[in-house]
Structures are given as C-alpha cells and as structure tokens.
C-alpha cells in the first residue's frame, strides 16, 4: 500500500531550524514529484514547496522563499524540507504529498496520497 509520512516538526524559536522527512513505503518516489503543504487553524491548506521526480525542477510558495529549500534522497526513498529563519507564521502542521505524476503541481489536487502531518510550532 502506497503511504508517505512525515516527520521532523516541533517547537522552535523564531530565527531557529528544523528539517522535516517525508519518507515513502510501498512504492519508488523516483518517478513522483513530491509536495509539501500546511496548514494553519482556521486557514486553507498552503503551498509551501514541491520537487519534481528528477530533481530538475523546484518550486516554493513565496511566503518561504529564501528561508525554505526542498532536496530529495531517491536512494532513501525520502524528500526533505530544510526550514531556516523560522518566524511565528510558519506555524502549521505541515503535510507532504506524492503527486500523480513527474512533474510538480501548486494544487493540493495534483497530489494523490497524503501523510497525517507533524506540527510546527515557531515561538519564543
């Protein structure tokens, strides 16, 4: 059975670090781009970034841009979300997705299968 799950959150003080893992089983990622969203009380599900299968081609949301940066390790069947300079707004519970094919999409409709999330807390 195709499953993704996430891993890595916590709580951070504004300025500070943390890099999360979305760890696929029972399927390759090598041939899926990858996504991760999140989520705020109250608020819409949130692009944040997505890699597509090669590696080639990234994208991140632009409340992220230059503090965010999405690798993948196919070997480990893993993608990465490394997330600098943290700020009380980046708090969420953060979702990684498998999207339906190679290429990243923006939509959460291009994902297809979806971990539970893990909390990220940013506060002094």
């Known amino acids: 059975q195709a499953q993704v799950e996430e891993s890595g959150g916590g709580l951070v003080q504004p300025g500070g670090s943390l890099r999360l893992s979305c760890a696929a089983s029972?399927?390759?990622?090598?041939?899926?781009?990858v996504g991760w969203f999140r989520q705020a009380p109250g608020k819409e599900r949130e692009f944040v970034a997505s890699i597509n299968a090669m590696s080639s081609s990234s994208a991140l949301g632009d409340s992220v841009k230059g503090r965010f940066t999405i690798s993948r390790d196919n070997a480990k069947n893993t993608v990465f979300l490394l997330m600098t300079n943290l700020i009380p707004e980046d708090t969420a519970v953060y979702y990684c997705?498998?999207?339906?094919?190679?290429?990243?999409?923006?939509?959460?409709?291009?994902?297809?299968?979806w971990g539970q999330g893990t909390q990220v807390t940013v506060s002094s």
């Open positions: 029972g399927f390759s990622l090598d041939y899926y781009a």
């Open positions: 997705g498998r999207s339906r094919d190679s290429t990243w999409s923006l939509s959460v409709n291009g994902y297809q299968y």
